[in-house]
């Protein structure tokens, strides 16, 4: 079955699903120069989510945090649709609190082999960053620990030597701090390892590299969250943040502004958000429950093109 919330979709999207991708720089200063240089860049994703069950299960509830949502910033969704195996799965919406779209997938009986094919196509127009009201730079829910990014004396000591008279600075400064501190490497920690252990341990992935900068730029009182999302030429889903500073543009308002401390690096048109949240907690990409004795396993496969440049 195929769905989308609230708008029909064409089908089979054969303009959008066939187009060929553009050929961009293979290095990636210059991809970055290209992508910027353009007015419009449009972009496709597909992803194909496959899960085997070695015995019997049933009552799936299943969620994907995989499409982008419908305006980010100077980033707007243009199509989408979600496309699930079983025929008899029913697929239902919800929102977010941070404004995305998760779609939940339920299946009475579970098929040995269950299949999810997502795809999106989005558009990035300019360098608007995400607006939000005043309330959220002192709102607690971006500025209160979470399970996986509570602070312990030493990332508290490290926010307070790194806090700066400006968020954004203070913000850089926590991103470049962690990126020098935390060597990427796979393996070593898992999507729920706290912050304090990624650090202690000083190895992992983007997903620890982005919970150690929320957590010393909350600690530093600086409202930050975890942004899920494709960094185009990286093989899985990447993740970074957002911190939240005043709009210098508007009276009253914030603006969110996204950095990815794994590369040390403000975020630019080769990132495409999907879902933002507290931390990875609140934006898996994929999670669920089910009853019975078999067990699943998942195969994942994605590739994120560059189908217009304007």
Known sequence: MRGAPGSAVDDPLAELTGAPAVVLATDPAA???????????????????????????????????????????????????????????????????????????????????????????????????????????????????????????????????????????????????????????????????????????????????????LALCRAAGVPSRYVSGHLLGDGGTHAWVEVIVPDPSADGTARAVAIDPCHDRLADRRYLTVAVGRDYADVAPTSGVYSGPGRGSLTATKQVDVIGLG
């Open 31 to 213: 991809r970055a120069a290209q992508l910027g240089a353009a007015g419009r860049v449009t972009y496709r994703i597909s992803q194909r989510f496959a899960y085997s069950y070695d015995g019997p299960a049933h009552d799936l509830v299943h969620r994907l945090a995989v499409i982008p949502p419908a305006r980010h910033g100077d980033q707007s969704r243009k199509a989408y649709w979600i496309d699930i195996s079983d025929p008899t799965a029913v697929l239902t919406w919800e929102r977010t609190p941070d404004g995305g779209v998760v779609a939940v997938a339920r299946v009475a009986r579970v098929p040995s082999r269950l299949e999810f094919a997502v795809f999106a196509v989005v558009e990035r127009d300019g360098a608007e960053p995400p607006r939000l009201p005043a309330s959220a730079l002192t709102g607690r829910r971006l500025l209160n620990p979470t399970a996986l990014t509570r602070s312990d004396a030493r990332i508290r000591a490290v926010a307070s030597s790194l806090c700066a008279g400006d968020p954004l600075t203070t913000a850089r400064r926590c991103a470049s701090w962690v990126h020098g501190r935390i060597a990427y490497t796979g393996g070593v920690t898992g999507v729920l390892t706290p912050a304090a252990e990624a650090l202690a341990g000083g190895r992992g992935v983007c997903q620890d590299h982005a919970h150690v900068t």
